[in-house]
């Protein structure tokens, strides 16, 4: 049996440092070294025991690889950063293990830096997670440096060492009653979940330490309390307690093998769950997945198809033949296997709505540089989304050229480079356009007459229109209130295409909505008349009304919703307000503890700017979702520069 951590947290947390530690706590050769910012595989062995470390990358705009990690990992180890001030910071990824439910481990990292107490960055961190945060150790400090570490269950303290285990020393003095009290909370909180325990602290029991373990390890499997550990992965302190407490409290995979079963309702057996693909250069598309179940192997049954053959998960030494239960693989010539899914043998069943994050809304054209590459940029981009949640492909309706979308411009490059590195594909990134309209502001009446003469057939057809602007969102509108057959029936559809015809593009160049046209009156020939012509003096028409009903130029507004902690909220207000939008209010989000829904109206023009100043405003933690609400009239300068940028484009 192989156990898989998914060591998550917010950048620069020492998620990596700590991964290479625990890689070597028995010697042997350090790991591969993560590359870029794709997620890293490391495996390992501790005590008799294999282990799969998921190395996250940090950055916001890769969490969607966190959430892909919580798919196959028993137990998620979330690094924090040693300062209160900063526990948002770890807020969208304690919101990740609490929705998918993953048994988690916070270690309070790089303790040696750390800016405020341990208590206080636990109650900061309680903010935003629904299950309680029990600390495991407190501190042992000389001055402001923390020196080594007091396990609140065996009651022993550890002096850190640099660069090597710690040493067991005898608890001082001063941190006597400080401990007493942190233990007390300790057990309290684990007595809610343990007839036996609080028993014993009714009656005044010391409760002996090996039971209390096996509570520790209980209500982890159960993911009923959050413990934290302290320590330093950087100067290995902290590190072989962390790997104990790992050892002995993290569940197997035949927990995650429940969850996931109850997650998909899957009703033929879990063999395996498939996380994460990547694709390399002369090998194709590796999808690595982690086996549930004994015994698989290439050319077994999989997911409705025939497993191809592994390749090893950590990309290094020699492709397993066949998997232990928990094990992690990289699986070739597999592609009928979709990411994010759970496997049967006949099956594959989508992951649980968690798996989804918060969907990209840094959107761009991507082009290629070489108009041959056109055909296989679409067919790979639409590849890489279907295994990657926080990718979007579709076709730009306005341009028609790829749009892309992704949660920011860091991942957007990390996209680009993997299209010229593994694909050969170079490619250039423009700005959306707006999706400009435009309206007439008042009714027209108008009469056109298309008369050709050209050698034997002539063309004959006499319009009276009225147009008048519909209410906004109304679209167009086509009716007739010809009498006496002035225009026959037969002839009133073509009226009606070539008055559609018109709107494609009206006086200011954009598409005209929101038009109601009416036929009123016209004549017709009895031999010249036809569709076309009828058509082509609907739209002439059409084009001149237009042109006299004062047009105005049209821009679409979103409905935004964020997603942002509370303590951010405030701050939105401003921004909304700065970017011409409207705050529309907000609430406590009901699915995440610490986290506010907030919704304002906002011009899609405003949304770029929107994820820079979102970024700096929630220190990168708060994300939003917009979607097209309605068009709104946009006048003088502002219009007039609109509608210059979108001719230049
Ligand atoms: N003070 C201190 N610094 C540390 C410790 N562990 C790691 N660091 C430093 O923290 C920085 C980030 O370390 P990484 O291990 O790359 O952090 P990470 O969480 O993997 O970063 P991302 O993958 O970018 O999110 C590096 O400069 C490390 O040297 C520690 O225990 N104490
Ligand atoms: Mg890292």
Not at 111 to 125: E, F, N, S, W
Not at 335 to 347: C, F, K
Not at 449 to 459: E, I, L, S, V, Y
Not at 493 to 517: H, M, N, S, T, Y
Request: proline share 7%; with cysteine.
């Amino acid at each position: 049996m192989q156990r898989c951590i998914a060591v998550i947290g917010a950048p620069g947390t020492g998620k990596s440092t700590l991964v290479d530690r625990l890689a070597q706590l028995e010697g042997g050769q350090p790991p591969a070294a993560p590359q870029g910012h794709e997620p890293r595989i490391v495996e390992f062995s501790y005590l008799g025991d294999s282990w799969t470390a998921i190395d996250c990358p940090g950055s916001i705009e890769f969490l969607q690889d966190s959430l892909d990690a919580l798919l196959v990992a028993d137990v998620a180890l979330l690094c924090v950063p040693p300062d209160p001030e900063a526990a948002v910071l770890s807020a969208p990824w304690l919101r990740a293990v609490e929705a998918a439910g993953t048994p988690s481990i916070i270690f309070i990292n790089q303790i040696d830096a750390a800016r405020g107490r341990v208590r206080d960055i636990v109650a900061a961190l309680q903010d935003y997670a629904g299950h309680s945060i029990v600390l495991r150790q407190v501190p042992i400090r000389d001055g402001d440096r923390v020196v080594g570490a007091v396990d609140l269950i065996s009651e022993r303290a550890w002096r850190y060492r640099e660069g090597e285990p710690s040493a067991l020393i005898a608890i001082p003095e001063d941190l006597r009653e400080r401990e007493h009290e942190a233990r007390e909370a300790l057990l309290e909180s684990l007595s809610d979940f343990d007839d036996w325990l609080m028993e014993e602290i009714i009656e005044d029991h010391e409760p002996p330490v090996g039971p209390v373990y096996s509570i520790c390890a209980r209500v982890l499997a159960e993911n009923r309390v959050i413990p934290a550990l302290i320590g330093a992965g950087g100067h290995m302190n902290g590190v072989v307690r962390l790997m104990k407490a790992l050892r002995h409290e993290a569940p197997g995979p035949e927990v995650l093998r429940a969850r996931l079963a109850a997650a998909t309702g899957a009703e033929a057996p879990i063999l395996a769950a498939a996380f994460h693909a990547a694709h390399r250069r002369h090998v194709g598309r590796i999808v690595h997945l982690r086996a549930l179940a004994d015994g698989l192997k290439p050319g077994a049954r999989l997911g409705g198809d025939t497993l191809g053959s592994f390749v090893p998960a950590s990309g290094r030494g020699q492709a397993p033949a066949e998997l232990a239960p928990g094990q992690l693989a990289g699986a070739v010539k597999s592609d009928h296997l979709a990411t994010g899914h759970v496997l049967t043998a006949d099956g594959q069943l989508p992951g649980p709505a968690w798996l989804t994050g918060p969907t990209g809304q840094h959107a761009r054209l991507i082009r290629p540089v070489h108009d041959k590459d056109e055909v296989k940029l679409s067919s790979i981009l639409a590849r890489i989304a279907a295994d990657n949640r926080a990718i979007s492909v579709g076709q730009d309706p306005e341009t028609g050229a790829l749009r892309v979308s992704c949660p920011g411009p860091l991942h957007m490059r990390v996209l680009r480079e993997q299209l010229s590195e593994v694909f050969g594909l170079e490619t250039e990134e423009l700005p959306v356009p707006p999706t400009l309209r435009e309206a007439i502001t008042r009714p027209v009446e108008v009469h056109y007459r298309h008369r050709k003469q050209t050698g034997g057939a002539g063309q004959f057809a006499d319009v009276k229109l009225t147009l008048a602007p519909n209410p906004r969102g109304a679209g167009f509108t086509f009716a007739e209130t010809v009498k006496g057959g002035a225009v026959p029936r037969n002839y009133i559809p073509a009226v009606e295409q070539g008055a559609r015809d018109a709107c494609a593009r009206g006086p200011l160049g954009f598409p005209v909505v929101d038009l109601a046209v009416t036929l009123t009156d016209g004549q017709h020939h009895s031999v010249d008349s036809s569709d076309m012509a009828f058509r082509i003096a609907a739209r002439a028409g059409v084009q001149q009304g237009l042109e006299q009903g004062a047009p105005v130029l049209l821009q679409p507004i979103h409905q935004v919703r964020f997603r942002i902690p509370s303590a951010f909220t405030g701050a939105l207000v401003p921004i909304v307000s700065a970017l011409k939008g409207q705050v529309l209010g907000y609430d406590r989000d009901e699915t995440a503890r610490g986290w506010d829904i907030f919704r304002a109206l906002l011009p899609a023009s405003a949304l770029d700017e929107l994820t820079g100043q979102l970024r700096s405003a929630t220190q990168g933690v708060g994300s939003f979702e917009a979607e097209f609400d309605h068009y709104q009239e946009i006048y003088g300068k502002e219009a007039e520069k609109m509608v210059a940028d979108a001719r230049a484009g």
